[in-house]
Structures are given as structure tokens and as C-alpha cells.
């Protein structure tokens, strides 16, 4: 085996697959890495710290907020601000975005879209948490601030994306669109190092991942299709962390499935920072993202930083089987 290539190495060797190679993403992609770290590093030791529990306070969607959110928000938005490679950024914990200014007069050309701690209900007891980011190129004109436009980009303008899983090891994945790769944190050197190259989902498999708890509040045909995984006996798995259950799926494949329900009538997960990056990444490994009504995740309109979306996805001949029982149920529904 010959050496190991680290993150910052294989970003700066792809960066001319980039179309806009300019060592500016390379830069960004580099910052988020070093934010992951330090988020890593307060996740890991969560219990000793007094950073578990409630910040007493709700985000604007609504959820309650874990002080682990508000750190993992913070050290993302000063690590982006840092390079001067980022222009603004959109984060689950802000209600507005943030404008960043220009510094030692570079005119930053990226905005990034966050979730800076997902699954953050899991972090009490010591189950794998994620944090998801997209960045997408400005609209607006460099040197200007940046505008609510900016963001409001479908995800199929997204020039990167990836996540950071938390878990029994600390693995970072992202694309430029040319494929998906991961990096696994060595804690003993503080270093991501290549661990898993273009990553390939399978194309069907033994795995479904849904909140089965709500199957009284998803439409027909999510039923239905979900008594079929029952009548083959599927495994069902379900962290309730997003990042973690795709992350299981783009190596063993499966489906992830989080539809409209009666009390998220549009899905709960939000399009810009959860579905979106997701959806990106998992085209990126031959897989598929659709809504619960069928339509490509990447190609939905952007109205508002918080707009919630259904997703499922994952292995392609089964997020194609879903589609078949939309069809088959949704005049009886
Ligand atoms: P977040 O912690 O960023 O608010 O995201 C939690 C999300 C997602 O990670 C997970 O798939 C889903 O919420 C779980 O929701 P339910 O508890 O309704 O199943
Ligand atoms: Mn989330
Ligand atoms: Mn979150």
C-alpha cells in the first residue's frame, strides 16, 4: 500500500476536474475540513464538557436547540469567514443568512448552505450526529453583499457538496460532481486521510430507512410501499440522523425515505441545507433523490432558506420501484 493521501492533498490534486480551478474551493473545501475537526473534537467529548443538553431556545423551523448546534454553527461560520473564499452562508440555526466581508480584498465567489449539526436529538445519548453543507457560486455581482438570491439556487447549481458523520469514526464525503469521496479522521495525527474512493451505491438492497412510527400519517401509496418492504422482509434501519442513515446506504444500499406526513404536510427535512447536499451526493454515487411525489429533489424551486421538502432516495431501482407504486396507489389515495 503505498502512502496515505490526505484531504487537503487530494482536493488540491482534483482541483483541476473543478471547471472554475482556482484554488478558491480548494480553500473552502479546506476550511470546512478544519471546522469538522474541532466540531469532532467537542462531539467526542460532549459528556465532560456540560455542552450536551438544551441551549434553551428553538431555531426558526421550530426544533429545540442543543448547545452542540450552536458551537458546531459558530466554529463553521468563523472558519468560512476566515479564508475570505466565502461570501455569505445559510445555516438551520440562523433565520437569515450571514453576509461575510471581503478580507485583504480577495471578492469571495461562494456562498455555503449548512447543517451544521444534524440529528442533533442523538448527541445525548451518544448515537452518531452529521454535519451536511453545499456551496453553490454567487449570483450577484463579487465585491457587492450578497443577496437572498444568492441561496435561493435550485440544488442542481450546486458546484459542491458534502458531510461529515460522527460516529465510530469521524468520516468526511464530498463531490465536486465528479464523483464522491471519503476521508477518515485519524484522531492520533488530526488528519482526514482518502479512505473510501468513488464511492458506488449498489443498485438494490436488503435496506429501508424510514420513521415507521408515522405510518399512519403518509399518504397511500408511502404505505403501501412500505407493507411491500414488510411483505420482503427488508431490514428496517433508522438512526433518526440523516447524514448517518444515507451515509449506510451509499455502501450497503437501501432507501431512505422521509415523505410528507399529515402533520409536515411538505416533508419535514429542509431542501436547502439537508435534501439538497444530500440528493447531490447521492446522484453523484449512481443513486437517486426524488420527493415523495416523485419529482428530482435537485431540480425543485428555491422559495425560502427554510423550505421544507419529502425526500427518498438511495439505491436506483428502488427509488424507481417507489415511483411505481406513486403511479399504481395515488388516483385510489
Ligand atoms: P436536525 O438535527 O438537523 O434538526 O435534523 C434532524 C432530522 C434528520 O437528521 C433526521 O433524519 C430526522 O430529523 C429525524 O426526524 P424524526 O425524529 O421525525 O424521524
Ligand atoms: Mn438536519
Ligand atoms: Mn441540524
Known amino acids: 500500500m503505498g502512502r496515505l ?34 466540531i469532532n473534537r467537542e462531539v467526542n467529548r460532549a459528556g465532560l464538557v456540560n455542552i450536551i443538553g438544551l441551549a434553551d431556545t428553538q431555531n426558526v423551523s421550530g426544533d429545540e436547540v442543543q448547545k452542540l448546534d450552536l ?35 480577495k471578492q469571495a465567489k461562494y456562498v455555503v448552505v449548512i447543517d451544521p449539526l444534524d440529528g442533533s436529538s442523538n448527541i445525548d445519548v451518544n448515537v452518531s450526529v452529521g454535519t451536511i453543507f453545499g456551496i453553490y457560486r454567487r449570483i450577484s455581482p463579487t465585491g457587492t453583499p450578497v443577496t437572498l438570491e444568492d441561496f435561493l439556487q435550485p440544488g442542481n447549481k450546486l458546484v459542491a457538496a458534502g458531510y461529515v458523520t460522527y460516529g465510530t469514526s469521524t468520516i468526511l464525503v464530498y463531490t465536486t460532481g465528479n464523483g464522491v469521496n471519503g476521508f477518515t479522521l485519524d484522531p492520533s495525527v488530526g488528519e482526514f486521510f482518502l479512505s473510501h474512493r468513488n464511492i458506488r451505491i449498489p443498485n438494490k438492497a436488503k435496506y429501508y430507512s424510514v420513521n415507521q412510527g408515522y ?16 411483505a420482503l422482509n427488508l431490514k428496517l434501519r433508522y438512526i433518526g440522523t440523516m447524514v448517518s442513515d444515507i451515509h449506510r446506504i451509499l455502501f450497503q444500499g437501501g432507501v431512505f425515505l422521509y415523505p410528507n406526513t399529515t402533520d409536515y404536510p411538505s416533508g419535514k427535512l429542509r431542501l436547502l441545507y439537508e435534501c439538497n447536499p444530500m440528493a447531490f451526493i447521492v446522484e453523484q454515487c449512481g443513486g437517486k433523490a426524488t420527493t415523495s411525489t416523485g419529482e428530482r429533489i435537485l431540480d425543485i424551486p428555491v422559495h425560502a432558506l427554510h423550505q421544507r421538502s419529502s425526500i427518498v432516495c438511495g439505491s436506483p431501482f428502488m427509488v424507481d420501484e417507489i415511483k411505481s407504486f406513486l403511479e399504481l396507489y395515488q388516483e385510489e389515495a
Open 215 to 230: 405510518y399512519l400519517k403518509f399518504d397511500l401509496p408511502m404505505r403501501r410501499y412500505i407493507d411491500h418492504c414488510n
Open 71 to 105: 458551537y458546531a454553527n459558530e466554529r463553521m461560520i468563523d472558519f468560512l469567514g476566515n479564508s475570505g473564499e466565502c461570501c455569505g452562508i445559510a445555516s438551520e440555526e440562523l433565520e437569515s443568512f450571514v453576509s461575510l466581508p471581503d478580507i485583504e480584498s
Open 5 to 38: 493521501i490526505t484531504l487537503d492533498e487530494f482536493i488540491i490534486k482534483r482541483q483541476k476536474d473543478f471547471p472554475y480551478a482556482s484554488g478558491e474551493l480548494t480553500a473552502l473545501l479546506r476550511d470546512i475540513g478544519l471546522a469538522a475537526k474541532l
